[in-house]
Each structure stands twice: as C-alpha cells, then as structure tokens.
Nanobody
Framework: QVQLVESGGGLVQPGGSLRLSCAAS????????IGWFRQAPGKEREGLSY????????FYQDSAKGRFTISKDDAKNTVYLQMSSLKPDDTAVYYC???????????????????WGQGTQVIISS
C-alpha cells in the first residue's frame, strides 16, 4: 500500500524557517520522483519543487527558487522541503506526491503525480 506522510508544518512568524518531511512507503523509492505542492485557501494547487530519487535531479518553480530547498534521505525513504524567509503568502496546506518515473526524470505537472499525502498545514503569521 503506497503511503506518503507529511509532517513538520506549524505556525511560524514571518522571516522564520520550517522543514517539512515526506515519508514514503509501499513502493520502490528509487523509481520515483517526489514533488512538493501547496494549496492556499481559495487558490489553485501550486507546484513548488521536485526531486528524482534515483539520481537526485531537482527542479524548482519560480515561487520556490532561492528560499526553498528540496533534499532526500534514501535510507529513510524521506524527502524534505527546507523553507526559509517565510512570508504570510506562504500560508497553505503543503502536500507531497509521488510519480513513478524513470531515472533522472523530474515531472512538474501535478497530473503526473499518482500518489498524494494528506497534507500538513503551514501558517505564517505574527
């Protein structure tokens, strides 16, 4: 059974940092890409960053460049999203998702991701 579990969300003041985790199980971790997405109230889901587990290739959408860093721990089957210089506009539910894909491929469309976690809430407020 494929399972993705996000954690690490919470309430942070503007300018602060958070590290989100996405723990994956139920499939061959090496044969996938993991993406981080978010959805703010009243807005469409937005892709942020993606990583190919096989070779570590990454891609960042413009909204994530410079402030967010995606990384992985193969031994723990976990992908992280380190977020810094957080702003109130970063408030959203953050999701990770898995796409079963080939070595080095980094899908960026949310329709390409087959398995989704339940999300973790991030609130940026003073």
């Amino acid at each position: 059974q494929v399972q993705l579990v996000e954690s690490g969300g919470g309430l942070v003041q503007p300018g602060g940092s958070l590290r989100l985790s996405c723990a994956a199980s139920g499939f061959n971790f090496k044969d996938c890409a993991i993406g981080w997405f978010r959805q703010a109230p009243g807005k469409e889901r937005e892709g942020l960053s993606y990583i190919n587990i096989g070779d570590g290739s990454t891609f960042y959408q413009d909204s994530a460049k410079g402030r967010f860093t995606i990384s992985k721990d193969d031994a723990k089957n976990t992908v992280y999203l380190q977020m810094s210089s957080l702003k109130p506009d970063d408030t959203a539910v953050y999701y990770c998702a898995a796409a079963i894909t080939g070595w080095g491929l980094v899908p960026t469309g949310d329709y390409e991701y087959h398995y989704w976690g339940q999300g973790t809430q991030v609130i940026i407020s003073s």
